[in-house]
Nanobody
């Protein structure tokens, strides 16, 4: 069973950067597709970006240009580099993992982390 674990959240001023990490241990096929989501207070969960084991990535419009997803295939650690952060990026950020061949921002990932809080002050 895959259990993703996020880290790297924190508080930062607007314009700053953070890098989130997600370690997902478990069977290799179940981490073929990994993704970052976030949920801001009072809002629905929002998909940000996905990456598969072939290095293919997808991004939500809100993440394009400021966020970069990557993955160390050896250690199976996924990252989200977030630059030019804005107060509206304040949210709980979640890592998700599954064996989907069609790796995109779908909501039915089978494994989810507990989340890491990102707070951006003006």
């Amino acid at each position: 069973q895959v259990q993703p674990v996020e880290s790297g959240g924190g508080s930062v001023q607007a314009g700053g950067s953070l890098r989130l990490s997600c370690k997902a241990s478990g069977l290799t096929y179940s981490t073929h597709c990994m993704a970052w989501f976030r949920r801001a207070p009072g809002k629905e969960r929002e998909g940000l970006a996905t990456i598969d084991d072939n290095g293919r990535t997808t991004y939500a419009t809100s993440a394009l240009g400021r966020f970069t997803i990557s993955k160390d295939m050896t250690s199976n650690i996924m990252y989200l580099q977030m630059d030019s952060l804005k107060p509206e990026d304040t949210a709980m950020y979640y890592c998700a993992s599954d064996g989907f061949v069609d790796c995109n921002l779908r909501q039915d990932f089978g494994a989810w982390g507990q989340g890491t809080q990102v707070t951006v002050s003006a």
